[in-house]
């Protein structure tokens, strides 16, 4: 059964830092990942979608990273601003569509 | 931009009571999705729909839930008779082929 992990579970950093986010995933055998942004009581912004035949994927200040070998995934976020802050969630899908996902990482970037 | 909408934004019922949660989809999608979250907790996928017909649910989405697409626009989720466990965010999403999904802004369902 596909299980999906996102470290830290809440991250604090200064306006302009660069930061990293971590998911992993428990079986390799994934037909794409995505990066998704949840603002609080809100829905869910699709902010990046690896297939799993690729490495990375940038959007703006944003790169994903995918090694699927190892089960893992990054979220690399360049310059950050308050608006930044959110809670970020990695899901990954299988070849019938459903997106498993993980718990999410709560950034808050301090002005 | 086309955008997946969702009514209502909230919603408050009596527990055993029968609540329909409205989607309409981006208009040239494909494949539906319905997924919740309950408080603090991960997103859950409960079903995907696609070609009019169920193509894969989850152990939650038992016979209490179902589907719909009655026009070719609204896409529904029915929940029978409510539970107090039934309370979460629930989410539409809707993809054009097996790519990007785009979800919608949620019900807030609350059963009292």
């Known amino acids: 059964k596909q299980e999906v992990t996102q470290i830290p579970a809440a991250l604090s950093v200064p306006e302009g830092e660069n930061l990293v986010l971590n998911c992993s995933f428990t079986?390799?055998?994934?037909?794409?990942l995505q990066w998704f942004r949840q603002d609080p009581g809100k829905g869910l912004t699709s902010l990046l979608l690896i297939q799993s035949s690729q490495r990375e994927q940038t959007s703006g200040r944003l790169n994903a990273s995918l090694d699927k070998s190892s089960g893992r995934s990054t979220l690399y976020i360049a310059a950050s601003q308050p608006g930044d802050s959110a809670t970020y969630l990695c899901?990954?899908?299988?070849?019938?569509?459903?997106?498993?996902f993980g718990q999410g990482t709560t950034l808050q970037v301090k002005p | 931009e086309p955008e997946v909408t969702q009514t209502p934004s909230h919603q408050v019922t009596q527990m055993g009571q029968e609540v329909i949660l409205r989607c309409v989809p981006i208009?040239?999608?494909?494949?539906f999705y319905w997924y919740r979250q309950i408080l603090g907790q991960k997103v859950e996928f409960l079903v995907s729909?696609?070609?009019?017909?169920?193509?894969?649910k989850s152990e939650i989405f038992d016979d209490q839930f179902s589907v719909e697409r009655p026009d070719g626009s609204n896409f529904t989720l029915k929940i029978r008779s409510t539970k107090l466990e039934d309370s979460a965010m629930y989410f539409c999403a809707s993809q054009q082929t097996q790519e990007t999904q785009y979800f919608g802004p949620g019900t807030r369902l609350l059963v009292l």
């Open positions: 208009s040239n999608h494909l494949y």
């Open positions: 079986d390799s055998a994934i037909y794409n």
């Open positions: 899901a990954v899908s299988s070849n019938t569509g459903k997106l498993i």
């Open positions: 729909f696609y070609n009019n017909e169920i193509s894969e």
